[in-house]
């Protein structure tokens, strides 16, 4: 099994930045990469960023493409979300999930391409 915990979720005016992380633990080593996905009242989750273990690929919505970065560090084994220039769209509950096979387009920005969830970071952001 694999935990996850997401962390860094708050307040923030559009514009500004926010970094999430979020931190596993447990069999770690199990797991061929993260993705980060969110979910706005009212609406359903969506996809938002994932990345493959070995770091060399990464995958972005549209929505969030050149402002959000995801990156790694696997000697923490923990995942980050920098979030440059938010808007209030971007407001909504941040959630990790880790997959146990190797990511690839269209796996990265499913749902069904991970095992594992977090609890979620809530996001909000001020206009």
């Known amino acids: 099994q694999v935990q996850l915990v997401e962390s860094g979720g708050g307040l923030v005016q559009a514009g500004g930045s926010l970094r999430l992380s979020c931190a596993a633990s447990?069999?770690?080593?199990?797991?061929?990469?993260v993705g980060w996905f969110r979910q706005a009242p009212g609406k359903g989750r969506e996809f938002v960023a994932a990345?493959?273990?070995?770091?060399?690929?990464?995958y972005y919505a549209d929505p969030v493409k050149g402002r959000f970065t995801i990156t790694q560090d696997n000697a923490k084994n923990t995942v980050f979300l920098q979030m440059n220039s938010p808007r209030p769209e971007d407001t909504a509950v941040y959630y990790c999930?880790?997959?146990?096979?190797?990511?690839?387009?269209?796996?990265?920005?499913?749902?069904?391409?991970?095992?594992?969830w977090g609890q979620g970071t809530q996001v909000t952001v001020s206009s």
């Open positions: 447990g069999r770690t080593g199990s797991t061929y990469g």
């Open positions: 990345i493959r273990s070995s770091g060399f690929s990464t």
């Open positions: 999930a880790a997959s146990r096979f190797p990511l690839n387009p269209i796996s990265a920005s499913e749902d069904s391409g991970y095992d594992y």
